[in-house]
């Protein structure tokens, strides 16, 4: 009943948002990049040629009971055979950058060490497609497929693992850096310490979500200020890239915009979520005061002898500091949020924060329980970012939408690019954020984690049950192309006509 309640009250509160807006008739800023983005594990397939050794997810989904359709990675897109075709669809699309990881255990099968030459190469033939087809590449170091090997030695629990990532970032550099002008050194560690170190749901499947996940967290922020810094020491100068890490976040609305309680509530989720990394790497190495604490009275309450929530030496908060030459944002959709206690019973991040988030039910949903279709928020998202960070580029690093079909007729995915790209408009146009590239998720269907193949965000349907594995561009690819080639909106044409 207390829920019942609860959401009456919410669902009946004022809103300080609009569901739907006019459409901005207007160019993005000459030069602006446009692409979509991949993740090695979710296209390439070839799990062990050519020397490639087991990543935490080969093993995570070889147990059929942590995916959703008992599937794995195996093959997925086998991007690494048909790379070409991925690139044709893109040269098809008109994009001008492509956003893809590089696989780890395929370059250091051993996770330290010996370098694997056959993996290099498979990655200088992608690089060199691409700029044949004047298309730039922008290169994560890691997107979530640590190799099994270092896991076995603890992996981002480790505090060494700030040292592993050093080396195989320096190999990276060597290799791909004269091509490479925008490296990311982490996908979503949110993502990573939360669900691989807290909930299990991701691999490597360890549950710990008070403790292991503010580890995990920590050395990750550890080794990235680490490649950072290393770059700026040996290939800045010569290279002339930049080095940026990804970060993912929910906008946070206050369920009631005129209390101050959902408005504190709202701003301790946006430092417990995107804060939790985005403050000490580009303000001061340090974690929000907020969730410093809130924490540590916590674990003191509960008996700990420290806080859960480590804390950085003075000279990894120098190194931390300022290492970020932007913020790729992941964005796909919004919560409400209200304070409420958390249990002190409970040792988990989820009670850490005092707050309650969800989602209203009556936004327009997708093929993924998580994702409400909320434009609007993501203008929100930046203009908070550009205060928050200020002076700090902007690259929208994700953003797309799922079905569970696959159809070529998507024409709720055409909404959903058509709304947020427009916010994304009004973000640089009217609100001068320094928003410099857009990458939509995904180029094409892929394996989505723990969902398997069950949802769908691709501007290109893949046939997974095809050998050949056919790729066939979908309207919302085809109107991708149109916003690409136009960079913009241009007021022509029927809303709903396919002549994209």
């Not at 979509?36 to 989904?61: L, M, P």
């Not at 924490?295 to 859960?308: H, I, L, M, T």
């Amino acid at each position: 009943m207390l829920a019942i309640a609860i959401l009456s009250v919410c669902l009946s509160t004022t809103s300080a948002y609009s569901t739907e807006e006019p459409l901005l008739y207007d160019h993005f800023p000459d030069g602006f990049l446009w692409g979509t983005a991949t993740a090695a594990f979710q296209i390439e397939g070839a799990w062990d040629e050519d020397g490639k050794s087991a990543s935490v997810w080969d093993t995570f989904s070889a147990d059929p009971s942590n995916i959703a359709d008992g599937s794995n990675g195996k093959v997925a897109c086998d991007s690494y055979h048909k790379y070409p075709e991925d690139v044709e669809i893109m040269k098809t699309l008109g994009l001008n950058s492509y956003r893809f990881s590089i696989s780890w255990p395929r370059i250091l099968p051993a996770g330290v060490g010996e370098v694997n030459q056959a993996g290099v190469q498979y990655y200088h033939h992608l690089i060199d497609a691409l700029l044949a087809a004047d298309i730039q590449p922008v290169v994560t170091l890691y997107h979530w497929d640590l190799p099994q090997v270092l896991q076995d030695q603890g992996g981002w629990l480790n505090a060494s693992s700030a040292d592993w990532f050093n080396d195989y970032a320096k190999i990276c550099f060597q290799e791909f850096g004269s091509d490479v002008k925008l490296w990311i050194t982490f996908n979503e560690p949110y993502m990573v310490a939360r669900d691989g170190y807290g909930t299990g749901y991701h691999a490597p499947g360890l549950q710990g979500l008070g403790t292991l996940t503010y580890i995990a967290a920590h050395n990750m922020i550890r080794a990235h200020a680490r490649a950072y810094r290393l770059y700026q020491e040996l290939f800045a100068a010569g290279q002339g890239g930049q080095v940026g890490i990804t970060l993912n976040f929910h906008w946070a609305e206050p369920q009631d915009p005129n209390d101050p309680g959902c408005l504190e509530a709202a701003e301790t989720y946006k430092q417990f979520y995107i804060g939790w990394f985005g403050h000490p790497i580009l303000k001061d190495g340090k974690y929000p005061p907020v969730m410093r604490e809130k924490v540590d009275a916590k674990s003191e309450a509960q008996g700990f002898p420290a806080s859960r929530l480590p804390t950085f030496t003075p000279e990894e908060e120098t190194m931390i500091a300022g290492s970020s030459d932007f913020i790729g944002l992941n964005f796909y959709t919004c919560e409400l949020v209200y304070p409420e206690d958390g249990d002190i019973n409970i040792v988990s991040y989820d009670e850490d924060d005092d707050l309650v988030n969800y989602q209203d039910p009556d936004w327009y949903g997708s093929g993924s329980v998580w994702l409400k279709v909320t434009p609007w928020a993501l203008r929100a998202t930046l203009s908070w970012l550009m205060t928050e960070y200020p002076g700090v580029d902007l690259y929208i690093s994700e953003n797309g939408v799922s079905d569970n079909l696959g159809n070529l007729d998507d024409l709720p995915r055409v909404y959903y690019y058509k709304h947020y790209l427009n916010q994304l408009l009004k973000s640089a146009v009217i609100d001068k954020a320094p928003v410099r590239g857009y990458f939509a998720w995904s180029i094409m269907d892929n394996y989505e984690w723990s969902a398997g193949y069950t949802e769908k965000f691709g501007l290109a349907a893949v046939n997974m049950t095809d050998p050949g594995r056919k790729r066939t561009i979908k309207q919302s690819g085809y109107f991708y192309s149109k916003v690409v080639r136009e960079n913009g909106f241009v007021e022509s044409g029927s809303p709903c006509s396919n002549g994209y």
